[in-house]
């Protein structure tokens, strides 16, 4: 990740066209013309040899003739000239470059990079249209339209999107901060564009049009970053299945790359969109109205029918309306006429003056229930919509703000539409429209919420009782692979599972016998199930290779005949090993769950959780997501399936037992992280009812390539391996990583300090905090940020935060900002330097090169420390009371 001399690329003082011309249609002169005309007020050049001015403007003939180093630069020359032309502008001092050209190979791509990188220039492209800054008039692009300055950023893959989006986006009056073609992306990628933008003042929202992505754990932690900062909306083409055909387990074929995008942009906390207009459409939602946490809509009307037109378009994209209270109900018929809806569509009738709009919303926004309102004004000759736009407009912010605007038609209402607009409120054409941004908005929060969480791997609080059996999963594993087999057989699956701490049915392996099979059946207890065994066939059940509710020894003989006969016929080539006995699961009310994990070319690992049995496939109901889980995360992915409704229970038909979904799902998450060599992993069926789970059938398959494991995951998981306990001042003391379950304790630790303390560290003396505050202190991305929290029992034997010690690391790693505070009566005990140690030791070895910080002058117990630790003064000093310090952490360090 590198935001180094983006500057340069979106921001700079001057810029030289390379291939400037004035050949019409040529890319060389439209990129001239768009310089020229479109308002950048810095220096421009033109390069081109065959010609010795442009425009009135003087034209070299090669980079080395420039009279100065321009900021940037933009080729539009053949490809094999770009090269060169990158280590000419490198070595005059240039700081990025725009590469239009096309058709660049391999090894010239490479020579581009390679010339660039030791000057640290910085390369948009190849491939590209170019880029728009309107804030400052640059258009270095091909593009055939300017942008109009506005604060949303689009960032493309697509060239062609990006000409039609500023076709579409100048006719509806839309302006940008930036307009990005990425093209082939062989330096800027989405990474560093999001790592930009995120702390860019003039971008108010990030659109992106995603095609791929080849640096998964780059773009989510960039992405996380700047979803937390603005809103990020996302369109993906490629929503198409095409489905993994040589996909061993169902989850293989169910898990399209399609399904792991969606669950990688939520998790990220970004929001995707199906289109342009739900771009924008989103895009303003978020802007004005995403502060409404309001679960639920209410409608408010002058006219019936747009009501129902509202209630019709919610049920449809599954948004409630609001269930309005008794109370609220009264208010509301003491002020509008008897014959009003009386309830939610609210319709105030038609001939309704300013004051009854003005009483209505005032009423349904205190009501408890719900403050998100949806106001349609038809318009009538009784009252100017302009009117009633005004008197609502004026009424309080708090209200306002959760406040989205319909004003239907046209020319009449037109007024009304720009004093909402003006006032800040969202507003919107259509109902439809409304209520679509509102399940936007919904869908925005709840990726939020998922943007908030960062699991460990193995689950807090784990008892040695629970956690996994490694070792014995180990020997499974390395046995298959150093027999030549992928495919563990059904047993060792089984194994695997238990070993997990997986309920699975208790499963026997026989030899292909079915004397033998009966015997073994008649151990087990009738009714048994038969199952074929082989490495050659995955699904057993396609070819006959199952058979349920066996009772006696005869059916048992026969079916273990009849299925040998036909998997010969069938499948001649199939090795058989034998067969499986178990015994037959009947448990009441049970449902049929598949979960399974696999490892997709982009992402890496991800777990699916869905409707299982055999119709799996025809069904289609499952959701996947990217593992670390942890119980909010794993419910989220319950939740997104049409079976979660059925796992409530109905009628007769008790609640399923959630805690052990979730439990299974917990570890096959962690399975995932501890097993770099599992490809695949199917549980299908998974029976679930009030009493638990239990796994009926299993399949894995492994990969000597090593796909899996925490280190292949796009989401850093909990770094439990950093935590460690030490003897301290008589107390057991645990110096680890923070995590989000740490929030409630810090609320305490941060509540305990002295304000004096608290001024010294952050300049200011406020002890409380909001809760998004609090979670980014608890909820952060490991990636880029450490935070050490030391641990102790406290006086009532509860664990209690003594101290931390924060490091936040820019985008490249080469500098990180650090914080340390502890508890004020345990100021002076050496624990504000057995946290600072442990924060150097992990920048070390993570490879960032200084630590930085800003520290009070007056501080001297920071300075004192700061200087034990090797900490020199900044070679530019503030002009404040403050104090710039810095450590070189890859230089030797110094003896304590």
């Known amino acids: 990740m590198s935001v180094r001399n983006l500057d340069s690329l979106f921001d700079p003082a001057s810029v030289a066209v390379i291939g400037a011309s004035t050949r019409p249609a040529s890319v060389g002169a439209t990129v001239w013309r768009n310089l020229t005309r479109g308002g950048f007020k810095g220096p421009l050049y033109a390069v081109n040899p065959k010609h010795a001015s442009l425009d009135g403007r003087p034209c070299h003939a090669r980079v080395a003739d420039l009279p100065g180093a321009p900021e940037l630069a933009v080729i539009c020359t053949p490809p094999a000239t770009v090269a060169g032309l990158i280590n000419e502008l490198a070595a005059k001092g240039t700081r990025a470059a725009v590469v239009l050209s096309a058709g660049m190979t391999p090894a010239q791509r490479q020579d581009m990079l390679d010339a660039a990188r030791p000057r640290l220039l910085r390369l948009l492209g190849p491939n590209c249209i170019g880029l728009l800054a309107p804030h400052i008039g640059l258009n270095a692009s091909f593009a055939h339209i300017n942008a109009q300055p506005g604060e949303l950023a689009f960032v493309s893959q697509s060239g062609a999107l990006v000409t039609a989006m500023l076709d579409w986006a100048d006719a509806q009056r839309i302006g940008f901060s930036h307009f990005v073609s990425l093209g082939e992306h062989a330096d800027v990628d989405f990474g560093d564009m999001l790592d930009y933008l995120a702390t860019d003042a003039r971008t108010r929202a990030i659109l992106l049009y995603v095609e791929s992505i080849e640096s998964p754990r780059k773009f989510m932690s960039a992405a996380r970053a700047a979803a937390r900062n603005k809103p990020v909306i996302v369109i993906k083409s490629g929503r198409s299945a095409q489905g993994q055909k040589a996909a061993a387990s169902h989850t293989g074929a169910l898990a399209g790359s399609d399904a792991v995008y969606d669950a990688a942009i939520a998790r990220a906390g970004m929001l995707r969109v199906n289109s342009l207009q739900e771009l924008f459409l989103a895009a303003e939602t978020l802007a004005r109205f995403r502060t409404n ?104 912010q708090s209200t306002t703000a959760w406040l989205m605007g319909c004003w239907l038609g046209g020319h009449g209402v037109e007024a009304a539409r720009q004093i909402f607009k003006g006032a800040g409120i969202a507003d919107y054409p259509t109902p439809e429209e409304a209520v679509r941004a509102f399940s936007m908005l919904l869908n925005f929060h709840r990726n939020q919420a998922e943007l908030m969480e960062a699991p460990p791997v193995l689950p807090v609080g784990t008892s040695a009782e629970a956690a996994p059996d490694k070792a014995a999963v180990k020997t499974i594993v390395r046995d298959a692979l150093a027999g030549g087999r992928e495919m563990l057989n059904e047993a060792e699956a089984k194994a695997v599972l238990e070993a997990y701490r997986i309920p699975v049915v208790a499963t026997r392996v026989v030899p292909a016998d079915p004397v033998e099979a009966a015997a073994m059946a008649s151990q087990i207890g009738f009714p048994v199930a038969l199952k074929i065994l082989s490495p050659e066939i995955s699904h057993k059940s396609d070819l006959g290779g199952v058979a349920l509710g066996l009772d006696t020894l005869e059916e048992v003989r026969e079916a273990a005949q009849t299925m040998l006969a036909r998997i010969r016929r069938l499948r001649p080539q199939a090795r058989i090993e034998g067969f499986t006995v178990q015994a037959m699961a009947r448990r009441e009310h049970a449902q049929e769950l598949i979960v399974g994990a696999t490892v997709d070319r982009v992402f890496g690992p991800i777990i699916l959780f869905g409707q299982g049995g055999t119709a799996v496939e025809v069904v289609a109901d499952r959701a996947v997501a990217l593992p670390p889980l942890n119980v909010p995360l794993a419910r989220a992915l319950v939740s997104r399936t049409r079976v979660a409704r059925l796992l409530e229970g109905w009628r007769d038909t008790p609640a399923a037992n959630m805690d052990a979904v979730i439990a299974t799902l917990m570890a096959v998450s962690q399975l995932l992280a501890d097993v770099p060599e599992l490809a695949e992993l199917d549980i299908n069926p998974l029976i679930v009812n009030h009493q638990g789970v239990l796994a009926l059938d ?76 609090l979670a980014r202190l608890t909820q952060i991305d490991y990636t880029r940020e450490m935070a050490f929290i030391a641990v102790a029992p406290g006086p009532d034997g509860a664990p209690q935060t003594l101290g931390v010690a924060r490091a936040m690391a820019d985008p490249d790693n080469l500098s990180a900002e650090f914080g340390i505070i502890v508890r004020s009566e345990l100021k002076g005990t050496g624990l504000g330097r057995l946290l600072m140690d442990k924060l150097i030791t992990y920048l070390r070895a993570n490879g960032t090169q200084q630590l930085v910080a800003t520290v009070l002058r007056e501080n001297a117990r920071m300075l004192e420390l700061a200087t034990e630790l090797g900490f020199r003064d900044a070679a530019v000093q503030p002009e404040f009371a403050t104090r710039d310090i810095v450590l070189d952490l890859q230089r030797p360090a110094r003896p304590a």
């Open 293 to 396: 946490r309001s679960e639920s809509l209410t409608i408010l009307t002058n006219g019936g029918g747009a009501g129902v037109m509202a209630a019709d378009a919610a049920a449809q994209v599954n948004v409630p309306l609001t269930e309005l209270g008794a109370p609220t109900l009264a208010q509301l018929d003491a002020v509008l006429p008897a014959n009003w809806s009386h309830g939610n569509p609210v319709d105030i009738i038609g001939d309704a003056p300013v004051k009854r709009y003005g009483e209505a919303l005032q009423i349904l926004h205190n009501d408890p229930n719900g403050a998100a309102v949806l106001f349609i004004h038809a318009p009538t000759a009784i009252v100017p919509s302009a009117e009633i736009a005004t008197a609502l407009s004026a009424l309080p």
């Open 698 to 773: 299993a399949r894995i398959r492994l990969s000597a390539d090593k796909p899996a494991g925490a280190a292949n995951f796009a989401i850093r998981p909990y770094p439990a391996e950093l935590a460690e306990t030490i003897p301290w001042k008589g107390r057991t003391l645990e110096l680890r990583p923070i995590r989000p379950e740490d929030e409630a304790r810090h609320v305490e630790f941060l509540t305990s300090l002295d304000p004096d303390d608290v001024r010294m560290r952050v300049f200011y003396s406020r002890r409380t905090m909001e809760r998004s505050e």
